[in-house]
């Protein structure tokens, strides 16, 4: 089996190559193999390498940026999404892609289940909705992964940007009323094989269903709650070199941002449970190794 991973160097394309070997051929691709602005480059790529299966990791990120650049957000999260899935069908290929919980607006009082109806309430989220939307326009073998509050060991991310300011200040202020499952990059990486395993075993036997599924960390924090947690773990290091004395809880309107970011990011995971038969770890646990891994 022959796996293309896109967005290889991204904080899941990373995790997503070292979790797939034992698989199949992984063949990881960054933005210089294949630029997803690029749709036509999209198209020449694909034909080139043959996937059996597509693992698409690549995506317009900047969520305060794409308010500005809405119309790159657009053909990167929304559009590219729906030539890999007609290119997909033509080769007979799954599809594996990843959304968000950006998707939504937020203001619903328990987690959002698949079946609720998206608002999205920046460019970000709508940019991703309409990816989602171009797959399932497409008769192609899918599946689509909502999940929230990405952090691992490398790459840009809540968890790097809380290590480091508490390495250089005394106090951080950080928001506490927005509530979300922060999720580990290795737990997708790793959710993503199992995916990949029981679909095309399910493909093979006619039993297959395209489907959306909420894969992330189980239980909730809020953006305070994670950063006291990271620093605590942290703590807990050797050799440790935290100045951090105090984290203060803030409301979201004291830190305004670009784009606006729903208050509940919370994703109920079970539909991903039942069907695909996975058992998510809670959040603090997910964080606990990740840091463990990190020191």
């Given amino acids: ?134 797959i399932q326009a497409v008769d192609v073998d899918y599946i689509i992964l909502r999940t929230s509050w990405v952090y691992a060991a490398r790459g840009a991310n809540f968890l790097q940007t809380v290590l480091s300011l508490a390495q250089e200040r005394d106090e951080l202020s950080v928001v506490d009323n927005q509530i979300g499952a922060p999720t580990w990059a290795r737990l997708i990486a790793e959710s993503t094989a199992h995916v990949i395993r029981q679909s095309q075993t399910e493909r093979s036997n006619g039993s297959f269903q395209s489907n959306l599924y909420h894969l992330t960390a189980a239980g909730e924090t809020s953006w305070f709650g994670f950063a006291q947690a990271i620093v605590e773990q942290a703590r807990r290091m050797p050799d440790h070199s935290l100045m951090l004395n105090e984290i203060r809880p803030i409301p979201t309107e004291d830190y305004p941002t670009p784009a606006l970011r729903p208050m509940n990011s919370c994703l109920a995971t079970a539909a991903l449970e039942k069907h695909l038969r996975l058992r998510m770890p809670s959040w603090s646990t997910a964080l606990q190794l990740c840091l463990a891994e990190y020191r």
Avoid at 35 to 63: E, F, Q
Avoid at 95 to 108: A, P, Q
Avoid at 109 to 118: K, L, N, Q, R, V
């Fill in 1 to 134: 089996m022959k796996i293309l991973v896109t967005g290889c160097n991204g904080q899941v394309g990373w995790e997503l190559v070292r979790c797939l070997q034992p698989l199949g051929e992984v063949v990881a691709v960054d933005r210089r193999q294949m630029d997803l602005s690029d749709l036509d480059g999209i198209r020449t790529t694909l034909k080139n390498i043959v996937p059996d299966v597509i693992v698409n990791a690549a995506a317009y990120t900047a969520v305060d940026k794409a308010e500005d650049n809405e119309v790159e957000a657009n053909l990167i999260n929304g559009q590219a999404p729906g030539v890999l899935a007609t290119e997909a069908k033509q080769m007979g290929a799954l599809l594996i892609h990843y959304s968000t919980d950006y998707i939504f607006d937020g203001k619903k009082s328990s987690p959002y289940t698949e079946d609720d109806t998206p608002n999205p309430i920046n460019a970000y989220g709508r940019s991703k909705l309409m990816g989602e939307q171009a």
